[in-house]
């Protein structure tokens, strides 16, 4: 099992930058597939970023293509979120999820969240 500890979020301004962290404890983080999520009020969870264990394949949402970049430090057991070119759109809880398969949407695993708020 691993838990989730997000970090990094806050309030910018639009066309500003914010790094997200994802930091794991429990068993070794490069066994786990690692995505980013995000939630706004009143509307559904929303697929933003995924990487597999080693970092070889990437996955994006399509409204965070070319502004977002997901990496990850398998020696520092965490993940990371590089969000440029922030919108107001962009505001929402995001969380770190992850997961033993290989490959797929699912995850197992979540964080606690941590909010991004991006004002005009």
């Known amino acids: 099992q691993v838990q989730l500890v997000e970090s990094g979020g806050g309030l910018v301004q639009a066309g500003d930058s914010l790094r997200l962290s994802c930091v794991a404890s429990g068993r070794p983080f490069a066994e786990y597939r690692v995505g980013w999520f995000r939630q706004a009020p009143g509307k559904e969870r929303e697929f933003v970023a995924q990487?597999?264990?080693?970092?070889?394949?990437?996955d994006y949402g399509d409204s965070v293509m070319g502004r977002f970049t997901i990496s990850r430090d398998n020696a520092k057991n965490t993940a990371y979120l590089q969000m440029n070119s922030l919108k107001p759109e962009d505001t929402a809880v995001y969380y770190c999820?992850?997961?033993?398969?290989?490959?797929?949407?699912?995850?197992?695993?979540w964080g606690q969240g941590t909010q991004v708020t991006v004002s005009s």
């Open positions: 999820a992850a997961d033993l398969a290989i490959v797929g949407m699912q995850f197992d695993y």
């Open positions: 990487m597999s264990r080693l970092g070889a394949a990437t």
